[in-house]
């Protein structure tokens, strides 16, 4: 609690975990899109900003860099990624191929414990829902299929599935003018929970697949638009 | 509660929450967004808007080092970060508007949301509260002050941007909250660790005056010759120290001139906690405060605090104050162990010292006492490490509840309203933590009430005593008296009784100390310099 306030007494933080807590900050930091795309990261900025040494900052950029969050050229230093809409397409359509593998595995794998879980996610999102709760069904539907991930008890997959970073994907190209939840987005998740609760791999799979080719689509369909005719300075007259 | 509802820059529509008695309003402006050219300067009005605008997501959250504070919140940062919350059960039926709480988050001046959930709004407002929270400026971007803001302020003055967010908070409550159902005539304000510093510094600020009615500080409201608010969420900066040490940090960023600053994109203005200590600050020990904090600059803050409530220049407002029994350097004898290992090389700069062992305690004894060392020294006795544990802890707690005690003596000495305080004692198995301990911090999910299954398995017992500190809290932000049918009886701070109410573990009145303790805490504040 306050561990950044006035207040804070805990011991026990080793330099070790110093490394991954930088780690951990500078990824949540670029995962939720606060820094645009191309900008460059100063070293000396990021050690001041996480408590580490310049070597430790260092260690923490060639890991991200390594797996794609920032890149690293010569004279252009460290700067967050940036997507084109060939890459996006790319890396969207590889999600549709593993999680939809992964749902497949849930319906084969899931715990009961997990799937009541599942149940008591989907419920938010439908209470979210019909109460207009915007920020709530989307944390709930992250929620889901991070759920649905780790019912497939598939470590492989799994692992692959997270080094896709289509998040930051969605984050550069997320459509904020379009209504939200997308239309179909709650029956879609109901669908593949119907399969996995009636353990139907296949059905699961379908319903899956289905489910992140729309949001896919819809974002491809957007992005290609905005590249046509980009939008405007949101604050123009 | 009929929408959309009408607010002085649009009509805004909100959702209803978990209970649909209650309706939510997020991340409603307050402010314009302080970006471009208005950065490091005071807040100015939000632009209006056509239609109605949408109410149901939190507004993005200041630039802050990511860390525990953000956790698994989602919500973007940005500059554009001046966005206010509305919790509201008020519907066409009542007959009087409802009184209202804004409260303001901790986080060192550094880091925080209003928008984290354990700040959620909907049980107080089940209780007849108009709850609002809200984002100001942190940081350097919040704090900054150098001689080119200072000349560039027509009051001549730099460095308490995030003091007046809070202020233009406070006047779009005044302005608004009677839309919402809220009384503009029966404000609290409350925060807790920085969140209760800000509160004493809006107490003592002239833009203030009016803008709320009772104050609530949680932890650091602490007497001005307490040498430990120097280094706490009370301390403050002058303005001649302020200026300089924003001219050195604008110096190590390469920026020489205003325009340069404020041409740099954010992520280079953002300070982690190690870098925004305050080492140059004199408190008398190791513990230092952050940087970036509130400056005394003669026009939000005209004068420190004993300059102030000697003068009776102070807010006349009343006020629920108090401390924890594990914070400030006090911890559970069973981690004793844990901190002899560690030793300061892990702890976050300018902490707080835990003393554990007794050549630790018998020194830093000299330091702080000088020639009253040898009668702390016997008032507090160590002669093992465990020992000086012991005593190390029950110093801190003495000087807290003393120091509180004896800043309500000081307050209400001008001010004609009453003054509550606690002493916190509960420490509930849910917090997390190993061993469990009554935290900074730890009573703020019972004050709110938000004991939600997703935080925890909270017990009957958890639930009895967020019943109780819920019913404290919403009886107090209604009368500015914390008493009520069914409550245990919490008599006002008196000058003739040296007690603490004690919340937690029990609800009762405890005494303050051992009355010598009591006497020898007294004359070491006389020794002190005032701030």
């Known amino acids: 609690m306050d561990s950044n306030g006035f207040d804070e007494t805990e011991a026990g933080r080793t330099s070790a975990t110093r490394q991954s807590q930088a780690y951990d900050g500078l990824r949540s930091l670029l995962l939720s899109g606060s820094i645009p795309p191309g900008t460059r990261l100063t070293e000396a900025d990021l050690t001041r900003m996480f408590n580490v040494s310049r070597s430790t900052m260092r260690a923490v950029l060639v890991q991200l860099a390594q797996e794609g969050y920032v890149t690293s050229e010569v004279n252009r230093g460290v700067r967050t990624r940036s997507f084109s809409v060939e890459e996006a397409a790319d890396i969207l359509e590889a999600r549709e191929t593993l999680e939809s593998a992964l749902a497949g595995k849930a319906a084969e794998r899931a715990t009961d414990e997990e799937i009541a879980e599942l149940r008591r996610t989907l419920r938010t999102m439908e209470e979210c829902k019909t109460r207009g709760d915007q920020a709530g069904y989307s944390q709930g539907n992250r929620r889901f299929h991070q759920q649905v991930k780790e019912a497939a008890h598939q470590q492989t997959l799994a692992r692959a599935y997270d080094t896709l970073l289509y998040p930051l994907v969605m984050r550069q190209y997320r459509n904020l003018t379009a209504p939200h939840p997308r239309t179909g987005s709650l029956e879609e998740h109901q669908a593949i929970f119907l399969a996995i609760v009636t353990r139907n791999p296949e059905a699961a799979t379908a319903a899956m697949r289905h489910h992140v080719a729309s949001a896919r689509q819809a974002l491809m369909l957007q992005a290609r638009r905005e590249r046509a005719d980009p939008p405007g300075d949101p604050s123009a007259p | ?531």
């Open chain 2, 1 to 531: 509660m009929r929408q959309p509802v009408k607010t002085e820059a649009g009509l805004v529509e909100g959702i209803p929450g978990w209970d649909r008695s209650v309706t939510v309003f997020r991340g409603i402006p307050y402010a314009a967004p302080p970006v471009g050219d208005l950065r490091w300067r005071p807040p100015r009005p939000p632009a209006p808007w056509a239609g109605v605008r949408k109410a149901n997501a939190f507004g993005p959250v200041g630039p802050q080092a990511p860390g525990p504070e953000l956790d698994g919140l989602d919500l973007p940062m940005s500059e554009d970060c001046l966005y206010l919350n509305v919790w509201t059960g008020a519907t066409a039926d009542d007959r009087r508007a409802r009184p209202v709480l804004v409260w303001i988050h901790g986080g060192g001046f550094r880091v925080g949301t209003g928008a984290h959930p354990r700040y959620d709004g909907e049980a107080l407002a089940r209780k007849g509260i108009v709850v609002v929270t809200f984002n100001y400026r942190l940081g350097s971007l919040g704090f900054l002050a150098t001689p080119e803001l200072s000349a560039e302020s027509e009051h001549r003055a730099s460095g308490n941007y995030g003091l007046l967010d809070q202020v233009a908070a406070l006047e779009w409550v005044r302005r608004n909250i009677a839309h919402f159902g809220g009384d503009p005539e029966r404000v609290t304000i409350a925060g807790q660790s920085a969140g209760a510093g800000s509160a004493n510094f809006l107490a003592m600020s002239p833009l203030a005056e009016g803008l709320f009615h009772r104050a609530v500080a949680q932890s650091h409201a602490r007497h001005f010759r307490d040498p430990e608010l120097r280094f706490l969420a009370s301390s403050y900066r002058t303005l001649a120290d302020a200026e300089a040490a924003g001219t050195r940090y604008a110096a190590e960023r390469g920026a020489r001139t205003l325009r340069r600053l404020r041409s740099l994109p954010w992520p280079r203005l953002v300070e982690g906690n190690a870098s925004a200590v305050d080492s140059a600050a004199d408190t008398g020990g190791p513990a230092k405060p952050p940087l970036f904090r509130p400056v005394v600059d003669g026009w939000v803050i005209p004068g420190g605090y004993e300059e102030t409530y000697s003068r009776g220049r102070q807010n006349d407002v009343g006020y629920l104050a108090g401390n924890n029994l594990d914070e400030s350097g006090a911890v559970p004898e069973s981690t004793f162990a844990v901190y002899r290992t560690a030793g300061r090389r892990t702890w976050r700069p300018g902490a707080p010292p835990v003393h554990v062992t007794r050549e630790a305690f018998v020194t830093a004894s000299r330091e702080k006492f000088g020639a009253m060392a040898e009668e702390f020294l016997r008032l507090y006795p160590a002669d093992t490490d465990d020992d000086a544990g012991r005593a190390h802890c029950a110093a801190v707690r003495d000087n807290a509840r003393i120091s509180t005690w004896l800043w309500a003596k000081d307050w209400t000495a001008r001010a004609g309203r009453p003054v509550y305080t606690y002493f916190w004692t509960y420490a509930s198995p849910v917090m997390g933590q190993d061993p469990r301990r009554a935290s900074h911090g730890s009573e703020i999910d019972f004050v709110f009430g938000n004991l939600h299954p997703d935080r925890g398995e909270w017990t009957d017992h958890d639930h009895a005593v967020a019943e109780t500190m819920t019913g404290y809290w919403a009886n107090f932000v209604a009368t500015g008296d914390p008493n009520g049918p069914g409550l245990p009886r919490w008599p006002a701070w008196s000058a003739d009784t040296p007690s603490v109410m004690e919340l937690g573990n029990a609800f009762a009145p405890i005494p303050l100390a051992d009355p010598p303790r009591l006497d020898f805490w007294q004359r070491f504040f006389l020794t002190q310099q005032a701030w």
